[in-house]
Nanobody, 125 residues
């Protein structure tokens, strides 16, 4: 099985910074895209940022210029540097990984999606 473990959430004042980390472990052959999503109370889960194995990134408009996603392929870890935080960034942040567990799955294109349990980010005004 595969596990994604997030860390780095917490309480911060508006304008502050936090860095989230997510480490993937278990039966992993290769990881395609990794990303961060968030869900605020009473709202649907939304994309924050994604990064491919080649380093191509994609951001939600609401975080462009403030958040930076990066990854360490050797450690199967993805990071989210969050600067200039706003109260509306308050949410549970979830890590996601699209990966292959073995060579056969990769050849056949049978990628699987995995999610972490989430880490709470609270931004006070």
């Amino acid at each position: 099985q595969v596990q994604l473990v997030e860390s780095g959430g917490g309480l911060v004042q508006a304008g502050g910074s936090l860095r989230l980390s997510c480490a993937a472990s278990g039966r992993i052959f290769s990881i395609n895209a990794m990303g961060w999503y968030r869900q605020a109370p009473g709202k649907q889960r939304e994309l924050v940022a994604t990064i491919t194995s080649g380093g191509n990134t994609n951001y939600a408009d609401s975080v462009k210029g403030r958040f930076t996603i990066s990854r360490d392929n050797a450690k199967n870890t993805v990071y989210l540097q969050m600067n200039s935080l706003k109260p509306e960034d308050t949410a549970v942040y979830y890590c996601n990984a699209d990966l292959y567990s073995d060579p056969i799955s990769r050849i056949k294109g049978y990628g699987m999606d995995y999610w972490g349990e989430g880490t709470l980010v609270t931004v006070s005004s």
